[in-house]
């Protein structure tokens, strides 16, 4: 595993407003990173290969390429002061060769972890933080002694890739076992990948923490809550004793300071049943689970990823409201904007992306609330998210 240590992050101390910040991934988290910053006065070019890309829509200049064409991303770097990236499946090697052209705050040893899962596991442990129980596993005969250690149910993951549930497997007995082992006798193989025991959670969260790579601030634990292993709805605060608050607020501020963090990371949490915070992913970017800090709080996870990427100092978010946010996919699209009109109260969010898909992330609702169960029940009866019943 890299040792953060040895790296010099590229910190910036008060990147002035009129510079350009370059992002690395044009989808709606490089779009809402992109509005924050036009609001500091920073200039905005993206690397995408789609040509005008949500980020594209709001940005200065676009460099159309391939996010591991190492020419492009010298070519952002070039007319950039500072790199930053949406999304975590970055050429880390390419972001090292241009950084004698361009700050690169987050730097790469952050990336290097957390898109290796026993590179982040190991991390997250070594820094006093639990984590499912895990093992290394590169081949059937090291998946059948893990499995025999940590017994089914578990969950097989590939070391690197994957999202929304994509590169994992539950395997509750032999049989699905079997099919995976099928699967590589098929010439699929059997890539690296690790084995978790199963958490027996009470409810899914999510913890987001910002820094400049000196000071560090973090947002509210949140609910959330995930239908067909993408996430649906989230809801602010969650409900949680102190207890539980300050542990999540510490192990985000113990993983902020492991990685001298300059920028946003979120943390994907399981609260268990027996009152414990268990880690489970973390996402180097802005993150799904936060978008509700736009309306609900004093500054909202874009903001702060770009101050702390800028250098600029930080302030500890307030919550100003409860919220309920919720995820509008491709087949979603068409009946919540056939409700606009009948809900003052949504705060409607939408990508811009030119290509409904059933599953997609096409925007976002947010609604402020004082009563957030009331809430997602009014939202589940407008029927708009009835195919994920």
């Known amino acids: 595993m890299p040792s953060l240590s040895e790296e010099t992050h590229g910190a910036v101390k008060m990147l002035q407003p009129g510079a350009t910040i370059g992002i690395i991934g044009g989808g709606q988290l490089g779009r809402m990173m992109a509005l924050s910053a036009k609001y500091m006065g920073f200039r905005i070019g993206v690397l995408d290969p789609t040509p005008d890309c949500p980020t594209a829509q709001v940005a200065d200049f676009q460099i159309v390429g391939e996010y591991d064409d190492k020419t492009a991303i010298h070519d952002l770097a070039e007319k950039s002061d500072v790199l930053t990236y949406e999304f975590e499946n970055v050429d880390a090697e390419a972001i090292d060769e241009v950084r004698h052209l361009v700050a690169a705050p987050q730097g790469t040893d952050l990336l290097r ?134 542990a999540a607020h510490e192990l985000a501020l113990r993983l902020a300071k492991g990685f001298e963090l300059a920028g946003t990371l979120a943390i994907e949490l399981f609260v268990t049943k027996d009152n414990r915070v268990i880690v489970n992913e973390l996402a180097p970017r802005p993150h799904n689970s936060g978008h509700y800090t736009i309306e609900a709080c004093s500054i909202d996870q874009f903001d702060a990823h770009i101050r702390g990427i800028a250098g600029w100092p930080l302030i500890q978010p307030k919550l100003l409201s409860p919220a309920v946010m919720v995820n509008v996919l491709g087949q979603h699209v068409l009946p919540t904007r056939a409700q606009i009109a009948e809900h003052p109260e949504w705060n409607v969010h939408d990508y811009g992306k030119a290509q409904l898909r059933h599953n997609r992330k096409m925007g976002h609702i947010t609604v402020l609330t004082d009563d957030t169960a009331a809430t997602v029940a009014a939202l589940e009866a407008t029927g708009c998210w009835d195919d994920l019943k």
């Open 113 to 246: 972890v957390t898109q290796d899962r026993v590179h982040e596991k190991t991390f997250i442990n070594e820094h006093g933080t639990e984590t499912a129980p895990w093992r290394e596993v590169n081949d059937f005969d090291e998946l059948e002694a893990a499995i025999d250690e940590l017994h089914y149910p578990c969950v097989l993951k590939t070391r690197s890739g994957g999202y929304d549930g994509h590169g994992q497997h539950v395997l509750r007995n032999d049989a699905d076992l079997e099919k995976i082992r099928a699967r590589g006798d098929r010439g699929g193989g059997f890539p690296p990948s690790i084995l978790e025991g199963f958490v027996d959670f009470a409810f899914e969260a999510s913890i987001l923490v910002s820094g400049n790579g000196e000071q560090y601030v973090t947002f509210p634990i949140v609910r959330n809550d995930h239908r067909n292993n993408i996430l649906h709805m989230t809801i602010a605060p969650a409900e949680v004793s102190p207890e539980i608050a300050k």
